[in-house]
Nanobody, 115 residues
Framework: QVQLVESGGGLVQAGGSLRLSCAAS????????MGWFRRAPGIRGALVAA???????TYADSVKGRFTISSNNAKDTVYLQMNSLKPEDTGLYYC?????????WGQGTQVTVSS
């Protein structure tokens, strides 16, 4: 089993920044992908950004140029730096870990962007 612990959500004004962190522990794997999904009213779950152990990165079109995902492989930790936040970025952000076979999820951290 893999456990994911998230931190860094909160309330921020539009144009502000937040940084999310997610640390994986337990039975982590030598090859994995980690990232963040967002859930909001009307959105069941949308990929925000993901990064593989090899460094391959994917972003949702809506966050390109504003969000940056990075990782510390030695610590099995992934970060999401969110800049120029918009009210439409509001939602519950879930950390995601995939070992190639199974998806693991964090408990979610709320991000609220006020206009």
């Amino acid at each position: 089993q893999v456990q994911l612990v998230e931190s860094g959500g909160g309330l921020v004004q539009a144009g502000g920044s937040l940084r999310l962190s997610c640390a994986a522990s337990g039975r982590t794997f030598s090859s994995y992908t980690m990232g963040w999904f967002r859930r909001a009213p009307g959105i069941r779950g949308a990929l925000v950004a993901a990064i593989s152990l090899g460094g391959s990165i994917t972003y949702a079109d809506s966050v390109k140029g504003r969000f940056t995902i990075s990782s510390n492989n030695a610590k099995d930790t992934v970060y999401l730096q969110m800049n120029s936040l918009k009210p439409e970025d509001t939602g519950l952000y879930y950390c995601w870990y995939n070992d190639g076979y199974v998806d693991y999820w964090g408990q979610g951290t709320q991000v609220t962007v006020s206009s």
